[in-house]
């Protein structure tokens, strides 16, 4: 059972940067799927990001493409996302996620996935 930590969340202005990190219970392998979700107060939970390293394959979706990177720490047993150009629609709950036998169709749907941390706390002021 892999148990997930989030840290690194806050209140920042827009145009801002921050970096979420994720820190895992155990080593977690490059097949893993790990993935970023977020979920603003009201609205449905929402992909964010999400790679597989032993595939090569990263995914970002489309309103965070370009601003936001997702990061792996091999030795650390961590993954962050980090987050510039931040806006204030970027404010939500962010939560980590880990996943075994992951692809590429399932790498960006939540319920593929089976660890999750607790999540952290975005908050971008415009």
């Known amino acids: 059972q892999v148990q997930l930590s989030e840290s690194g969340g806050g209140l920042v202005q827009a145009g801002g940067s921050l970096r979420l990190s994720c820190a895992a219970s155990e080593r977690t392998y490059d097949y893993y799927g790990m993935g970023w979700f977020r979920q603003a107060p009201g609205k449905d939970h929402e992909f964010v990001a999400a790679n597989k390293w032993s595939e090569g394959v990263t995914f970002y979706a489309d309103n965070v493409r370009g601003r936001f990177t997702i990061i792996r720490d091999r030795p650390n047993n961590s993954f962050y996302l980090q987050m510039n150009s931040l806006k204030p629609e970027d404010t939500a709950k962010y939560f980590c996620?880990?996943?075994?036998?992951?692809?590429?169709?399932?790498?960006?749907?939540?319920?593929?996935?089976?660890?999750w941390g607790q999540g952290t706390q975005v908050t971008v002021s415009s």
């Open positions: 996620a880990v996943g075994v036998g992951l692809d590429a169709s399932t790498l960006r749907i939540g319920a593929a996935y089976n660890f």
